[in-house]
């Protein structure tokens, strides 16, 4: 049996995700020192991950999807705005740097819960993690002696990266490239409706690279 990669995510609008590579570009420019290395989101794959199911049997993919029209059938559309920053698990020696949500964070715990009581009671593994809503902006691979993380947050710390609405979760299949992953939407459901909208003008799944 195939499998492929998954991930559900909700996305933003195109002026917050340009606003937040912005500021993502001003943390990159401080730690820009000896001996860090650092892989930076591109604008482009910039979302909040929900759940992440991994590689998953392609069979399982319509029970995915299942859950997750019944998870958000019972949300309704609200607004984000993206400001502050951190990393996981601390600033110390992070793993990853984000930015977060100043407005319409425990709106996204809800539907993040909602999103996971679904999938489990579909059969999917549970993620023991406790879910804290965050944009990924860099993976630190190395930290360097110089690499001042703290100070990096710091700076940007009270940059707004805007506000949007969110009125949507999708699931993703994620294709590992030598150049970065590219991301394809299986499924778009509509908070509070689920109405299909994964599809290109033609029909074709949409992709992102």
């Not at 570009?25 to 401080?30: D, F, I, L, S, V």
């Not at 999807?65 to 601390?90: K, S």
């Not at 506000?163 to 949507?168: K, N």
Request: charged share 30%.
């Amino acid at each position: 049996m195939s499998s492929v990669r998954l991930f559900i995510a909700v996305d933003f609008s195109d002026e917050v995700a340009a606003g937040a590579a912005a500021v993502a570009g001003q943390m990159r420019r401080t730690l820009e020192v000896p001996g860090t290395r650092i892989t930076w989101v591109k604008p482009g794959n910039l979302h909040l991950t929900l759940k992440f199911l991994g590689d998953t049997d392609e069979e399982l993919v319509p029970e995915a999807i299942r859950a997750l029209d019944a998870a958000a059938d019972v949300h309704a559309a609200f607004t984000v705005r993206v400001r502050g920053a951190g990393g996981f698990p601390d600033l110390r020696r992070p793993s990853v740097l984000w930015l977060a949500l100043a407005e319409g964070g425990d709106r996204m715990v809800r539907l993040a819960g909602d999103v996971e009581r679904a999938l489990v009671g579909a059969g999917f593994p549970r993620d023991e993690r406790t879910f804290t809503p965050h944009l990924t902006v860099g993976r630190v691979r190395i930290a360097g002696r110089g690499a001042d993380f703290a100070a990096a947050c710091a700076r940007v710390d009270d940059r707004d990266a805007g506000a949007c609405g969110i009125d949507r979760v999708t699931l993703y299949r994620s294709t590992l490239n030598p150049d970065g992953p590219a991301y394809t939407a299986l499924r778009q459901c509509r908070l509070g409706g689920n109405k299909r909208n994964g599809t290109d003008q033609k029909g074709r799944p949409e992709r992102r690279k």
